[in-house]
């Protein structure tokens, strides 16, 4: 089964500052899609930001990017000029092409004004 | 904006008892999913769910966890005899048939046990 590794539990970032987020996953398969999704406190989980991995441009929405690197497995992602309305905890997500989700640990994130 | 609905919004229960969690997935979704997640910590896989039947299923689903989509829009988990552990919140989820597809989830059902 695919694994999908987030090794921040907890970071932070102050207002305006820009913020890396890691991710790294392991699998076998070739084509396959990765996601960030950010879950505010007791809220529903969201999509940030989408990755198709057989596309070697990184992904971009507004305030966020990610680093997708093929062969290195990583998928981090990368929020620009931080806002408050950011905290939150952020998943890692790997979908294979039996339509499963793989989730990692999560890492919440903190916003100092 | 389509969206997925769960019901309860929270329940609380004693041990031993059934609980049933419903959830509306998006209507033009073929795949559905129920995750689970303790105290904000990691989401937890417990079932999918495809074409009316399980397409897969962690090891958390046992025989006390069933699923069921009884009228073509509502998607239904049920645990027969509810554990101390498995207070959680539930979240349920949906997946369009594109294969670049997301999981768009409901808000989640949270479920007490005492």
């Known amino acids: 089964a695919q694994t999908v590794t987030q090794s921040q539990p907890e970071m932070s970032v102050q207002e305006a500052e820009t913020v890396t987020l890691s991710c790294t996953y392991d699998?076998?398969?070739?084509?396959?899609?990765l996601f960030w999704y950010k879950q505010p406190p007791s809220r529903q989980m969201i999509l940030v930001i989408r990755q198709e991995a057989y596309k070697q441009q990184n992904a971009t929405e507004n305030r966020f990017s990610v680093n997708f690197q093929k062969a290195a497995k990583s998928f981090s992602l990368k929020i620009s000029d931080s806002q408050l309305g950011d905290a939150a905890m952020y998943f890692c997500a790997y979908r294979s092409t039996g339509n499963q989700f793989y989730f990692g640990t999560g890492t919440s994130l903190t916003v100092i004004p | 904006e389509p969206e997925v609905t769960q019901t309860p919004s929270h329940q609380v229960t004693q041990m031993g008892q059934e609980v049933i969690l419903r959830c509306v997935p998006i209507?033009?979704?073929?795949?559905f999913y129920w995750y689970r997640q303790i105290l904000g910590q990691k989401v937890e896989f417990l079932v999918s769910f495809y074409n009316n039947e399980i397409s897969e299923k962690s090891e958390i689903f046992d025989d006390q966890f069933s699923v069921e989509r009884p009228d073509g829009s509502n998607f239904t988990l049920k645990i027969r005899s509810t554990k101390l552990e498995d207070s959680a919140m539930y979240f349920c989820?949906?997946?369009?048939?594109?294969?670049?597809?997301?999981?768009?989830f409901g808000e989640g059902s949270r479920l007490t046990v005492l």
């Open positions: 209507s033009n979704h073929l795949y």
């Open positions: 699998t076998s398969e070739s084509d396959y899609y």
């Open positions: 989820a949906s997946s369009p048939p594109l294969i670049t597809g997301e999981l768009f």
